[in-house]
């Protein structure tokens, strides 16, 4: 889609804006009553500056500095006044009387943690003093400020426990893959109770998104809640009010990270001193380095930045949604359409470009008095473009003086490099996606309480659909190399101009998921006892039908949920779920899983009641097995490990003729089904408190939690020996185990002083974990094993420097075995002492996933001006810069590692690889350059950098127009604001051109964005 | 309470629906049943155990065994492996790639599985006559003794496993003695016996006769006797190994199963001198043993499977002159050379006609079979002379090219034009041959009663057996200064098997079981200088080198090779080798 297309989609948007708001304005002329009213805060204080609307003349106030207001309504038998204050509870008044004033509306903040809150759990909305699971809740709307195409990445700092992981920012993508995980375990994410991807939505439709963290809150979902959920609520039109929201923002994109490269002249220095110090010829002459190092011959010698070229600093990124919702007594409807567009950094030929347009429909109709009805249709069209590869990793494959681009107006490759980024990204052709998706949900929810008060169902259903097709074109230009005769450069053609003219079919899915869910709910107060009751069942489908042969996920379960409150303190919550797993043979499917919670209201105690520092607090235990679904054993076909598969093989030929031409099949065995195996399990134990403080002014949550995994799925090679005789096909069985533990928790401190408010939270999480047992070899040395371990270790020789000398060398006399060790190579510790450096010398240390990540944010609001600060860091971790196979795959291996491998396999440089160590330079921090010794591409400490960083996630500055001047321009609110996402980091690993989040992003894998935007926001 | 509660619930509504999860039917329905009810489907799963069986000859094998001892020298062309075996690090090689004499033969667990299976579920095949299934019996017991002869030879003795093992049963057994394997493999061998036929109909050529179970119970059980295995020299073992020798000597000579290949054609070869072009005539068609033919009736069990997979080279091969030389990954050491007698019967030390400055005439006929030498013609339509000397087209310090300044001629024929690039001989992958059994007759009476001893039932001494061997090739008897006693004469069977099964995967087992591997003038290689002279007979002088190609290492602990260390670490009754 072109430019012009979408500044016209964005402005036909902003019409649609403006005439909704102007047919609310004629309305207005409709009033026939004023009213007059005041609005207090929980403490009786007149709150000045609150919008008040009149929900059928669509007329607004504000109120003055005592909290008063004068209001034109329609009638006062059927108008309401609506009060919808950000940080407060909407506030629905109806009118009685049109002669007095009406009494003082007192608005009820909502607090982090308290009593008035209440969480969405799976089949059940449960009050906070109820809840025994640990749950922390962020709402869609504070998520809009991070400009980002992909949901889950705003979700970065926010939430304790949550880690976000984004691998890269390559527009149009699908493998642009954002991760969540959540205490160390992959999140599952439901968005309106099913499972669903959530790259898609935009913050504007989402109402919240909950982090359902421990067992008891997620244990209805059997084995499909088997790690932390991320339970995301779309958006509910409210009765009595209609609001219509626009939201535009645009802004430009670059790369957090590109690694530096070494230009020609260093280059060819470089590789010839490698070959040196391998005793080997030189490979450029000395009047080739000259030339290099002068660009005198830019066609022989030529000194190419690629990074300049081809790779722009900016690429726009776009971003407008406008929202209505709102209505009456009996409809209730929320409806959003958005567009997102983002670009990539190729400055020439193909972009990567990705465009979306979503739709979203939440409507609730009250059918009868007992029956409500809901549907919510959301429908997302997506469109792709994509060169062929990726310019960053061909590039940190390319060293500057490959070869000249071009030649005579002929695009020139050579042997060693048969590369052309000008054929790459104009003449090769490219991709071109388009996606189109569905989720759609209804359900029927019946008011039982007629005939056994208390009851209520509710029966639904959700079929989704997406389908994906990419088409493209495979072509090249005509590709010269340069030959020399008698000293004159000429060129002969190597691969000739291939054009396609019709697109091609690349590749194409279609998904189909259906489910159906039905659950019955009791929910009743006899004086001092509470129960909520809740029988539940799920059953889901989810197929994909581009792999042959591929199974359906199948979902099916049954659960139970009983929920005691005795005297609003004391609280038990017993979860039975009857879990099936497809992946078990008939007959052994399906196992109930016991969970058990407990609550304590603390702060209703007697002791507490009046303590003027806590307002809130509450202690939460829970202690639950549950079953997990996902195991699958490597080397087998299917997971359906109860299945014996033969499959027929080549044979053993025996015979003369015939059988040489026409040879039979043997049989062997495929898969070796197994019977004595079990669903893998968790058990979880949680502890927490959630408070809220001097005077709801400070949140605290604080969780202790630990997870067992065992029965874990494996096929125990290591305790099975070579008379076996399995071939490889040993049959599944339960062996295995290992726990995570740690802390997780929040504290946020929220103030306001006359027009000054400040909040500022930090959450962090702490993590271990430990193999209990492992299938590894028993009689292996101790600090070799996994077992009794931490599970973020890495196995790695310890470096004690480089060697100074050959002296240094021949006195310590060990067996090296990676190749011939010189002066200027990794001196590795014998750690077992046997005067061999081999892999008996690697021991388990360190951590390769940090142990502590934390969040952290301030918002500073002053009148109409504020600034949003989200910041993202983890400590306690390392990365491993170098390793063997980082080394070979691509070109970053250059940052540190990339000596040659050999003279076949050169690799771009990084400039982190300029101070190595040579004679000259004993301090250098790289070892010496080689083309044959692998002694230093070992894992080792050498190569082990602290992976500490903290981030700025996102900032936002906005600037809200006071409410009178906003009310002149008919809107209820008008924001203008800038915003930013990966704006600063702070890491070890700058230096060496990577990000500290995904190394590879932008030399291998497409660079991590860095995004600014500035926008608008109206509320009508 | 509340769970009995649950349950019921739980099962009212779940009762008839649990089907929602049931696999969808997929297109592979292959099951247990379907594999052991029909004979067909039986046998070709049982067939699989065939395919472990070791290809001695393969190009793709970068750890020859014939690499691992005095017979030659070759360098690997790219895999790491043989170097590291040839310096004696085989616990190493066991974890390196092209380990093809290491890891893979310890893989043959897997077929001795497959074996096991197929004799547990004879009872399951339906469509089948009784002598199918005595068939398919017989070859299971002789498959599962072959392997552990294979394990036997290398490692030692092994946990002799009868069944399939699974999950639930005790996987920590001890290895049994040397002497213990080798009864349970005899004993199979017997079973297999019992069960196998004479002969196979042509489709079926190549799968173990009662010919092959009775080989491989003579070796094995020579095996059992030799030095290394029976350090009492337990004279029983030696009988026990006669016996068994005699009575597939004898089984043969009854109905005419087996036999030498008759050598009675004449061959020659041609090579330059500065006389000019000479000849030499001998006793031809003894290459025919293991080329072409689909079989002869001296081969009593061979890796048919390998045969027919068509032309291949052997690094063992001369290739074309296409390429501008010979070439060839193998050299023949001065070692095995010096081996062949002369043609009158006489070692060459022991021969005052042989003259270190003409060491090629009046060879033994297997030399010139065996063996190209410097100046030898090598070309079916033109002119052209081996350059072995130093510097010589074929000598060129090279990989590919002969160290030694010999190249090895033995699995080629002559009717094989050797200027083409694509036509390369195919070679029978020979583990025994008649001629073979009589040498272990010979071996073992010899052992008890010396060279004139004929063993009890049998019809020949010890030394007739041998000579018969020699015979067929034109070679007068064993001289009667090497008949004097048990000693001299077991030099000259060692000398003769060394010649007579070059290069056929027998030398580097043969030094190990005799005790001599880890002797200096095994383990140093040799090749010989030779340079130009026009003055010598040959044009060409022959110095001996002083320095080997290679001295291998060969220590004590190598007489038993090492198991993996997976199996060495996992349980404490299966016990590493002594000094791995």
């Given at each position: 889609m072109n430019k012009i297309i979408k500044i016209k989609l964005l402005m036909a948007l902003a019409i649609v804006a403006l005439i909704g708001n102007s047919l609310y304005a004629q309305k207005s002329q409709l009033s026939t009553a004023n009213i007059k009213g005041k609005v207090v805060d929980e403490n009786a204080q007149p709150m000045s500056n609150i919008e008040v609307k009149a929900f059928l003349t669509s007329a607004f106030t504000i109120t003055n500095a005592n909290g008063e207001f004068e209001i034109k309504v329609a009638s006062v038998k059927t108008d309401r006044l609506v009060i919808n204050q950000p940080g407060y509870k909407l506030n629905i008044v109806e009118i009685k009387n049109a002669v007095a004033p009406l009494e003082a509306i007192t608005l009820e903040r909502i607090n982090v943690f308290g009593e008035n809150n209440s969480f969405d759990l799976p089949y059940k909305t449960m009050e906070s003093n109820k809840n025994v699971s640990s749950i922390n809740v962020i709402s869609g709307d504070e998520l809009a400020s991070y400009p980002t195409a992909s949901f889950l990445e705003s979700l970065s700092g926010l939430l304790p426990g949550v880690v976000i992981n984004s691998q890269s920012s390559q527009p149009g993508s699908e493998e642009n893959a954002v991760y969540a995980t959540v205490r160390g375990e992959s999140a599952m994410i439901y968005v309106d109770g099913v499972i669903r991807d959530p790259s898609d939505l935009s913050p504007s439709e989402v109402d919240k998104v909950e982090v359902i963290k421990d067992l008891s809150g997620r244990a209805a979902l059997g084995i499909y809640g088997s790690s932390p959920v991320i339970w995301i609520t779309t958006k509910k039109g409210q009765s009595y009010n209609r609001e219509m929201k626009f939201n535009a923002e645009y802004g430009a994109s670059s790369a957090t990270a590109i690694p530096e490269y070494v230009g020609a002249y260093d280059y060819a220095t470089m590789y010839n001193e490698a070959l040196a110090n391998d005793g080997l010829t030189p490979f450029y002459t000395n009047e080739a380095i000259q030339a290099y190092k002068d660009?005198?011959?830019?066609?022989?010698y030529p000194n190419i930045n690629y990074l300049d070229k081809y790779v722009r600093p900016y690429a726009p990124f776009r971003r407008a949604n406008i929202n209505f919702s709102g209505g009456d007594n009996k409809v209730n409807y929320f409806s959003m359409i958005s567009y997102v567009g983002s670009e990539g950094l190729e400055a020439v030929g193909e972009k990567n470009k990705s465009d979306r347009f979503k739709m979203r429909g939440n409507v609730n109709i009250k059918l009868t008095d007992f029956i409500d009805m809901n549907v919510n249709i959301s429908g997302t069209y997506k469109t792709g473009r994509n060169p062929h590869g990726n310019v960053f990793s061909t590039i940190a494959g390319l060293p500057s003086n490959a070869h000249p681009t071009m030649y005579n107006n002929q695009l020139i490759i050579s042997n060693d490099y048969p590369v052309n980024l000008d054929n790459e990204l104009i003449y090769s052709g490219f991709e071109q996606s388009s996606t189109l998706s569905t989720q759609n949900n209804a359900s029927l929810k019946f008011d039982l309480s007629e005939y056994v008060k208390g009851l209520s169902a509710t029966a639904s259903i959700s079929f989704d659909a997406s389908s994906r097709n990419v088409n493209g074109k495979i072509q090249n230009a005509n590709l010269y190399r340069l030959t020399q005769t008698d000293g004159t450069t000429s060129t002969e053609l190597v691969t000739a101009e291939k054009i396609q003219d019709d697109l091609s079919l690349i590749s194409s899915y279609i998904k189909r998921k259906t489910v159906e869910q039905i659950s019955v709910n009791y929910d009743r107060t006899f004086g001092k006892h509470a129960l909520v009751a809740n029988a539940s069942f799920y059953q889901g489908m989810f197929e994909e039908n581009y792999l042959v042969g591929y199974q359906p996920e199948k979902i099916q379960d049954l659960s139970l949920r009983a929920n005691y409150t005795y005297n609003e303190k004391y609280v038990v919550q017993i979860d039975q779920v009857l879990s099936g797993s497809m992946r078990m043979a008939k007959g052994s499917r399906f196992e109930l899983y016991p969970t058990i919670g407990l609550g304590w209201v603390a702060s209703k105690e007697s002791f507490l009641?009046?303590?003027?520092?806590?307002?809130y607090l509450k202690v939460n235990a829970s202690l639950g097995i549950i079953g997990v679904n996902s195991f699958e054993l490597s080397g087998y076909n299917s997971y359906y490990l109860y299945q014996t598969l033969w499959q027929t093989s080549e044979t053993w030929t025996s015979g003369t003729n015939d059988k040489k031409a026409n040879p039979l099949p043997g049989y062997i065995i495929k898969q070796a089904g197994s019977e004595g195996y079990s669903v893998p399990k968790n058990c979880n134990f949680n502890l927490g408190i959630e408070s809220s403080l001097f005077n709801n002014s400070l949140a605290v949550n604080l969780n202790y939690y630990l997870v067992d995994h065992y029965n874990l799925i494996s096929q125990k090679q290591y305790y099975t020996p070579s008379i076996f005789g399995s071939g490889g096909f040993l049959p599944a069985t339960n062996f295995g185990e290992y726990m995570q533990y740690g802390f997780d928790g929040m504290v946020q401190y929220t103030k306001s002083i006359n027009d000054f408010t400040l909040s500022a939270g930090i959450n962090a999480n702490y993590m271990r974990g430990k193999y209990i047992t492992v299938d590894e070899p028993m009689l292996e040395a101790e600090y070799r094993k996994y077992a009794g371990k931490q599970i973020d270790e890495f196995m790695m020789y310890n470096a004690e420097g480089l060697y100074q000398s050959q002296d240094e060398i021949d006195v310590r006399n060990v067996t090296h075995t990676f190749g011939e060790v010189k002066p200027g190579d990794i001196k590795y510790t014998d750690y077992n002492s046997d005067g061999k450096i081999d892999e008996k010398d690697q021991y388990r240390s360190g951590a390769?996933?940090?142990?502590l990540y934390f969040g952290a944010n301030i918002s500073l609001a002053y009148k109409g001006f504020k600034l949003k600060v989200v910041g993202q860091g983890t400590t306690d971790g390392s990365q491993m810069i170098a390793s063997n196979s980082y080394m070979i795959i691509d070109g970053v291996m250059s940052l540190a590692n990339s000596y040659f491998s050999s003279t076949t396999n050169k690799q771009n440089f990084s400039t982190a690889m300029l101070d190595r160590w040579s004679a000259n330079n004993t301090d250098g921090t790289s070892p010496r350059l080689t083309t044959t010794s692998m002694n230093n591409m070992q894992r080792s400490t050498y190569w082990l950098v602290d992976a500490t960083y903290f981030r700025l996630k996102n900032v936002e500055l906005s600037y809200t127009l006071p409410k009178a001047t906003s009310k002149k321009m008919l809107m209820g609110n008008c924001t203008v604001f800038a915003r930013g996402s990966n704006l600063i980091e702070f890491s070890n690993l700058s230096k060496y051109g990577v990000d500290p989040e995904n190394m590879w992003a932008g030399n291998s894998m497409y660079p991590i964005y860095r995004t600014y935007t500035f926008g608008i926001t109206c509320l009508f | 309470m509340k769970k009995i509660y649950l349950i019921i619930i739980a099962a009212l509504m779940f009762s008839g629906c649990e089907e929602y999860l049931d696999k969808v039917q997929d297109s592979s329905g292959m099951n247990e049943e379907d594999v052991f009810t029909d004979y067909l489907n039986y046998r070709q799963f049982e067939d699989r155990m065939y395919k472990d069986l070791n290809d001695y000859l393969a190009d793709y094998d970068y750890t020859y065994i014939a690499a691992l001892c005095d017979e030659g020298y070759t360098e690997s062309f790219q895999w790491e492996t043989l170097p590291v075996a040839q310096n004696g690090d085989w616990l190493r090689a066991y974890s390196l790639g092209q380990a093809m004499q290491f890891k893979p033969v310890w893989n043959s667990w897997e077929s001795i599985r497959i074996a096991n299976i197929s004799l547990a579920k004879i009872d399951m095949l339906t469509n089948a006559t009784e002598e199918q299934k005595k068939e398919l019996k017989g070859q299971a017991h002789f498959m599962r003794a072959w392997y552990f002869y294979e394990f036997l030879r290398r490692q030692g003795g092994m946990p002799y496993i009868t069944k399939a093992l699974y999950g639930a049963d005790n996987f920590a057994m001890p290895r049994l003695s040397y002497d213990e394997t080798a009864q349970k493999i005899a004993a199979d061998c017997d079973s297999a016996l019992a069960l196998l036929p004479v002969k196979w109909d042509n489709a079926n050529l190549g799968r173990p006769t009662k010919g092959a179970a009775m080989a491989l119970k003579a070796n094995t059980l020579l095996f059992n006797a030799s030095p290394t295995n029976n350090t009492s020299n337990d004279q029983k073992k030696w009988e026990a190994a006669a016996k068994a020798a005699w009575e597939l000597i004898s089984f043969a000579e009854s109905n005419g199963t087996y036999k030498l290949m008759e050598c009675k054609s004449n061959d020659f070869i041609t090579y330059k001198t500065p006389d000019g072009v000479k000849t030499i005539n001998f006793v031809g068609g003894y290459d025919s043993i293991f080329n072409f033919l689909p079989y002869n009736d001296e081969i009593i069990w061979e890796n048919y499977g390998q045969m027919q997979n068509g032309g291949r080279y052997t690094t063992f091969t001369t290739r074309s002159l296409a390429v501008g030389g010979i070439i060839q990954g193998y050299s023949p050491s001065q070692n095995i050379v010096d081996l062949f007698e002369t043609q009158n019967g006489l070692s060459i030390n022991d021969d005052p006609t042989y003259d270190d400055q003409n060491p090629y005439v009046g060879r033994d006929p297997r030399f010139y079979h065996t063996i190209l030498f410097n100046q030898e013609r090598w070309s079916s339509n033109s002119d052209y002379y081996l350059g072995?000397?130093?510097?010589g087209t074929e000598r060129l310090n090279q990989k590919q090219y002969s160290y030694t300044g010999y190249l090895s001629r033995k699995f080629w024929v002559n009717n094989v034009d050797k200027n083409s690039k694509e036509e390369h001989p195919i070679s029978h992958c020979i583990y025994f041959r008649y001629a073979e059994v009589l040498m272990w007759y010979a071996e073992a009476a010899n052992e008890i009663g010396g060279p004139n001893f004929t063993f009890p039932g049998a019809t020949m001494t010890a030394a007739d057996a041998l000579n018969k061997v020699r015979q067929r090739v034109g070679m007068p008897a064993v001289?009667?200064?090497?008949?004097?006693?048990k000693n001299s004469f077991r030099e000259r069977i060692k000398n003769e098997r060394a010649i007579e099964f070059y290069l056929e995967g027998k030398r580097f087992f043969d030094l190990s079981r005799w005790g001599d591997a880890s002797k200096i003038e095994h383990k140093q290689v040799f090749g010989i200088t030779i340079s130009e002279d026009k003055t010598k007979p040959t044009g060409y002088a022959f110095n001996r080198n002083s320095t080997p190609v290679i001295t291998l290492t060969f220590d004590q602990k190598h007489y038993r090779w090492p198991v993996p260390l997976t199996d060495a670490t996992m349980f404490e009754e299966f016990k590493q080798n002594p000094g791995w």
């Open positions: 660009n005198s011959d830019p066609v022989n009641k009046d303590n003027a520092a806590i307002n390769h996933s940090p142990r | 072995l000397y130093n510097g001289n009667a200064k090497y008949l004097a006693d």
